[in-house]
């Protein structure tokens, strides 16, 4: 009886991804025991023990290997079973004794399960010689003889498919390969002139439903010798030991699933032979063998083609990758440049929408969208900015992955049906939780060939309370027309969109640590122009109303002639004018440095040194300085600011000197992202507990009477310094001398180009 589909009492998802690794039954063409390790005690036994051994499986079960083999086989066994890998063992010719003095002879591969029991599978031998290495190796030769001969990939299929089929015997041998969406198509088939082609056809996602796809990846050859045959029974049914049933994940025996069975009928198939294909650790398709008869391929036979097909589909990956390069070469080339225009844009979106090549080229798209902050920038065919809104909305609510592609958004948004014509296929990449960048695909209307209607592709049936899928009975050629849907999105380019979007985020990321140190920068420069204000109001009017005073006085008192008091009082008022002008000059100076960041750029190190020592030259002869220094770089830098940072530094230097000439030396050094530069001197030293106030506005350490200045110079390198995004800190004892240190971050321009370097090296591989 069929049920409705629509019946809320039954979950289709349930059924088509019930477990079928565990079973309780094998193929009747051999004989399975599960043996206990180490004594290899048999726990559990196939039910078919007297037709092929003539022992009843009562009489088998708890007893131990060495009942059944000789000694000399089973000592060989042990030795085997000690290696890691059971491979090297596997198959191993084995003698069983029946009544009499009969012996049946089989193959015998070993495996221990996902539950750590050892496996023993048992299948009659029709040779008494394993397929040598030289067979092996002229099945590879002749069939890769053949790939040399021709570059396209179809043909490749071709000549898989015509070698399995050529080493078997089969009526028909498919290469079929897995879409991304479960479903599946034949890219090449060989059969007999009677039946029915599948070239071209494809099949729905259930035909293989997932935990079918699961074992072919873990278990890559699977053979049905007789579709028609009546199952063995396991004995006991239930593992006595874990208490379950068995898991025959990797089990060559394992019974097939009812509903394969009841498939392979309805396809006319009486035995089948499965080669899994897997490509970077996932399964990229089968090499499927159809008989219309039953059929046994021997172990050895069987793994002569999964060789085969291995070789051969090794070359078939490297021609698909081949295939690929040029145009991920080309898509390579293109992020490198998004990646250059970015940074040389203040707005990065500008660097993905204003150059040629664009966003667009990246995917090969014909619409895309930068959704940053409150705005869509638009490049192309889009759906309109409301529109972009609510997908983006949608975005956030629905995916968490760090790229989101479909090449049928409509069947997943079902809002995207207005807009198919420009957006039928998505790829989106998010930046943050409410930022995305996005491109857009229109629908393309396609006649796909199916086997079979894919909207019948099983039923549901109900008897003695079972529910159950039925596979479709019909595989004749069935036509849709696609509709809501794009071109598909290639490997390569997600691939490129992902590595754009490590980029954008690296770029957003530094741009708002920029943000937020220029915010502190401001907060910085605020505060000290209030301090210059209070300066101004007081400590600089000390000096004006010295003159003022003293001015009036002389007016007062010797308006007519002047003698030495008046002399006396002029000198007063001469030397408070210079000290007045010397603090404005300093304090304007100081009030100055932050303006002039905005004009760095490109500067020699050793020119602005150079510049310094010529203003200082006449300081430098009196004292008879010596100063050296070592290579210099090019540095990111305002050239007037770095000269006046040398000038002070130095002019401190002098100043500050012992009782021999001073010697300075002048370093520099190359850190991983910054420029380290110090300024070495042999003066009197500095008391380490002052080495932080000494960069402090006014500070002195000394009286004028001492040491003539302000206190400034160093408070003015300490801003330099930090306008360029570096340090300045000093190492320093009374006297040993001192050294200045100051750091100069490595250019903006040069750091972006060495990112975009390390990003192609990336994916080049060579990073």
Not at 60 to 67: G, M, R, S, T
Not at 102 to 129: C, K, M, W
Request: negative net charge; proline residues 5%.
């Amino acid at each position: 009886m069929e049920l409705n589909l629509q019946l809320p009492s039954i979950n289709i998802t349930n059924l088509k991804e019930a477990p079928i690794h565990t079973s309780r039954q094998i193929q009747s063409h051999g004989v399975l025991l599960v043996l206990e390790e180490p004594e290899l005690k048999i726990l559990q036994v196939s039910n078919n023990t007297w037709s092929v051994f003539g022992i009843e499986p009562e009489n088998i079960l708890q007893k131990k290997l060495e009942d059944l083999l000789d000694s000399f086989q089973l000592e060989r066994i042990k030795a085997g079973l000690e290696e890691d890998n059971l491979e090297f063992i596997n198959p191993t010719k084995i003698w069983v004794r029946k009544k009499g003095d009969d012996y049946v002879v089989f193959d015998a591969v070993f495996h221990r399960n996902p539950e750590g029991f050892l496996i023993l599978e048992l299948e009659p031998t029709f040779s008494q010689e394993n397929i040598p290495f030289l067979s092996f190796y002229h099945l590879a030769r002749a069939s890769i003889n053949q790939l040399e001969k021709t570059s396209n990939l179809r043909d490749f299929c071709q000549i898989i498919v015509q070698e399995v089929r050529q080493v078997t015997g089969f009526d028909r041998v498919m290469l079929y390969k897995f879409d991304d969406d479960g479903h599946g198509s034949v890219i090449a088939e060989e059969k007999i002139a009677s039946l029915e082609p599948y070239l071209g056809l494809h099949y729905p996602e259930s035909d293989i439903p997932k935990p079918a796809r699961k074992l072919f990846a873990s278990n890559s050859i699977r053979i049905i010798p007789d579709a028609n045959a009546e199952p063995v029974q396991l004995i006991p049914a239930i593992n006595p030991v874990s208490q379950r049933p068995l898991d025959l994940t990797n089990s060559i025996l394992r019974s097939p699933a009812s509903c394969h069975t009841e498939y392979l009928h309805n396809m006319g198939v009486g035995a089948s032979l499965t080669i899994s294909l897997i490509k970077d650790q996932k399964l990229w398709g089968l090499i499927a063998c159809h008989h219309q008869t039953p059929k046994f391929v021997s172990y050895e036979l069987r793994k002569a083609c999964e060789f085969l097909g291995r070789v051969i589909f090794a070359e078939i990956s490297a021609r698909e990758e081949t295939e690929d390069y040029d145009y991920r070469m080309n898509l390579t080339h293109i992020q490198s440049l998004l990646i250059e225009y970015m940074s040389q844009e203040e707005n990065f979106i500008d660097g993905l929408v204003k150059h040629q090549p664009n966003l667009l080229d990246l995917t090969s798209a014909q619409g895309a969208a930068v959704c940053f902050g409150d705005r869509c920038t638009l490049i192309g065919e889009t759906p309109q900015e409301e529109d972009l809104n609510f997908l983006v909305q949608w975005l956030k609510n629905n995916v968490d992955e760090e790229v989101f592609y479909t090449n049928s958004l409509p069947q997943v948004y079902p809002d995207a049906e207005r807009f198919k014509n420009v957006a039928s296929g998505l790829l989106a990449i998010p930046i943050s939780k409410r930022n995305y960048v996005l491109w857009f695909r229109p629908e393309v209307i396609q006649t796909v060939n199916w086997g079979g209607d894919p909207n019948k592709a099983f039923e549901v049936s109900q008897s003695d309370g079972n529910v159950r899928l039925c596979p479709r009975k019909s595989f004749e050629l069935w036509k849709e027309t696609v509709r809501l849907t794009s071109l598909p999105w290639q490997f390569v380019e997600i691939k490129a969109a992902l590595e754009l979007r490590k980029a954008i985020v690296n770029i957003v990321l530094r741009q708002a640590d920029e943000l937020a140190q220029l915010a502190q920068d401001l907060e910085r420069s605020n505060a000290e122009l209030k301090k210059f204000a209070y300066v101004a109001s007081h400590d600089l009017q000390e000096p004006l109303n010295q003159v003022a005073n003293y001015v009036q006085l002389l007016e007062m008192r010797y308006n007519e002639e002047l003698d030495e008091d008046a002399r006396e009082f002029i000198s007063f008022a001469v030397q408070g004018v210079s000290l007045m002008q010397t603090l404005i000059d300093d304090v304007l100076a100081y009030s100055k440095v932050d303006t002039q960041a905005i004009a760095f750029q490109l500067t020699e190190v050793e020119t602005a040194l150079e510049r310094a020592l010529g203003n200082l030259r006449q300081r430098i002869a009196e004292t008879g300085t010596i100063i050296t220094h070592d290579p210099l770089p090019t540095v990111m830098a305002g050239s007037t600011q770095l000269m006046q940072l040398f000038q002070n530094l130095i002019a401190n230097a002098i100043k500050f000197r012992s009782d021999q000439p001073p010697q300075i030396h002048v370093g520099a050094e190359r850190l991983e992202d910054e420029w380290l530069f110090w300024v070495r001197d042999n003066g009197i030293g500095i008391d380490p507990r002052f080495s932080d106030r000494i960069f402090v506005i006014f500070q002195r350490l000394h009286t004028r009477d001492e040491y003539a200045g302000t206190g400034m110079g160093l408070a003015i390198c300490k801003k330099i310094a930090e306008c360029h995004r570096g340090r300045i800190w000093v190492e320093s004892q009374l006297g040993e001398g001192a050294t200045f240190y100051f750091t100069i971050p490595v250019g903006g321009r040069e750091r972006e180009r060495r990112n975009g370097r390390q990003a192609q090296n990336h994916l080049f591989g060579r990073g």
